[in-house]
T-cell receptor, first 115, second 112 residues
C-alpha cells in the first residue's frame, strides 16, 4: 500500500537554528498538510497546501514557519529560527482528492528536539 | 472555539473484552467526524469517517456511532486484541473538511 514518508525521523537542533522537515506524499495526492504533536498533548493543525499555495493555516503557523513543494515531489516545512517550544512530533498528511470525506494518510512523523 | 473532548483518558481491558470510547464535540461548521488509531511514536491511521447523515459505520471490529443532534460519537471495539493497544483519537473536520480539530485521545491498553 502506498504510504507517506518523512525524513529525518529524528532531528536535534540548537535553539535559533533553521530546520527543514521533509515529506514525500503519496504520488497522486493533491492536498498536503502539516501537523504537530507536543509530547503528551493533542495533535494540532499547522497548515494545508494545495496547488502550490497555502489553503489554510492556524495561529501556530506564524512567520517562523514556511512550506513549499520545491521539486514537485517533496513537501517541506521550514522553521527559520527554532525555539525550545518547537520541540514536538511533526506529521505530514496527504489526501488524494477534494472530497471532504477523503482519508488523510499520515506519515510516521519527525521528532524535533530543540536544545 | 472548536473543541473535541474524549473520555476516558485511559482504559485498561482484558484481551477478548469489548469497550466503548466516547467523544463530544463543539465544532462548526461540521463536515465529518473521524476516528483514528495512533500507535506510540507513529502517525494516526484512519479507522472510520462519518458525515452528518451517517449514524453508524463499521470497520472490522471497530464500530463508530454519531449523534449529530447531541454532538456525540462513540467507538466500540469488539473482542479486543493485544494489538489494539494504542491511542484512539476522535477528530472533527470543518470548513468543508479542509481543517481538523483533534481530541486528546483515549489511551487503550489491552492486557492478556
Amino acid at each position: 500500500e502506498p504510504e507517506v514518508t518523512q525524513t529525518p525521523s529524528h532531528q536535534v537542533t540548537q535553539m535559533g537554528q533553521e530546520v527543514i522537515l521533509r515529506c514525500v506524499p503519496i504520488s497522486n495526492h493533491l492536498y498536503f498538510y502539516w501537523y504537530r504533536q507536543i509530547l503528551g498533548q493533542k495533535v494540532e493543525f499547522l497548515v494545508s497546501f494545495y496547488n502550490n499555495e497555502i489553503s489554510e493555516k492556524s495561529e501556530i503557523f506564524d512567520d517562523q514557519f514556511s512550506v513549499e513543494r520545491p521539486d514537485g515531489s517533496n513537501f517541506t516545512l521550514k522553521i527559520r529560527s527554532t525555539k525550545l517550544e518547537d520541540s514536538a512530533m511533526y506529521f505530514c498528511a496527504t489526501i488524494q482528492g477534494v472530497l471532504s470525506t477523503d482519508t488523510q494518510y499520515f506519515g510516521p512523523g519527525t521528532r524535533l528536539t530543540v536544545l | 472555539k472548536n473543541q473535541v473532548e474524549q473520555s476516558p483518558q485511559s482504559l485498561i481491558i482484558l484481551e477478548g473484552k469489548n469497550c466503548t470510547l466516547q467523544c463530544n464535540y463543539t465544532v462548526s461548521p461540521f463536515s465529518n467526524l473521524r476516528w483514528y488509531k495512533q500507535d506510540t511514536g507513529r502517525g494516526p491511521v484512519s479507522l472510520t469517517i462519518m458525515t452528518f447523515s451517517e449514524n453508524t459505520k463499521s470497520n472490522g471490529r471497530y464500530t463508530a456511532t454519531l449523534d449529530a443532534d447531541t454532538k456525540q460519537s462513540s467507538l466500540h471495539i469488539t473482542a479486543s486484541q493485544l494489538s489494539d493497544s494504542a491511542s484512539y483519537i476522535c477528530v472533527v473536520a470543518y470548513n468543508a473538511g479542509n481543517m481538523l480539530t483533534f481530541g486528546g485521545g483515549t489511551r487503550l491498553m489491552v492486557k492478556p
